[in-house]
Nanobody, 119 residues
Framework: QVQLVESGGGLVQAGGSLRLSCASS????????MGWYRQAPGKQRDLVAT???????NYADSVKGRFTISRDNAKNKVYLQMNSLKPEDTAVYYC?????????????WGQGTQVTVSS
């Protein structure tokens, strides 16, 4: 069982920055693909960014050039640096952990952290 705890959300003005953190329990963090997703009220949960165990990253078009995902395997943490925030970035941000070992896939979600961007 893996537990994920997000932190770093809050209220920020448009154009500002926030850094989200997600701390993972367990000893297989280094094998995981980590992702950040977000869900605005009344909308589906959407991909924001992912980072593989090898460090390859992928971003939603809406955040490219503004957000940066990174990971620290020594600390079992993944980060999302969010710059030039816009009101449309307002959502609950969730951390996701995925690991594939042999033929088994395990997937875990954090509880989410609220990000609110005021205009």
């Amino acid at each position: 069982q893996v537990q994920l705890v997000e932190s770093g959300g809050g209220l920020v003005q448009a154009g500002g920055s926030l850094r989200l953190s997600c701390a993972s329990s367990g000893s297989i963090f280094r094998l995981s693909t980590m992702g950040w997703y977000r869900q605005a009220p009344g909308k589906q949960r959407d991909l924001v960014a992912t980072i593989t165990s090898g460090g390859s990253t992928n971003y939603a078009d809406s955040v490219k050039g503004r957000f940066t995902i990174s990971r620290d395997n020594a600390k079992n943490k993944v980060y999302l640096q969010m710059n030039s925030l816009k009101p449309e970035d307002t959502a609950v941000y969730y951390c996701k952990f995925v690991v594939n070992i042999a033929s088994s896939r395990a997937e875990y979600w954090g509880q989410g952290t609220q990000v609110t961007v005021s205009s």
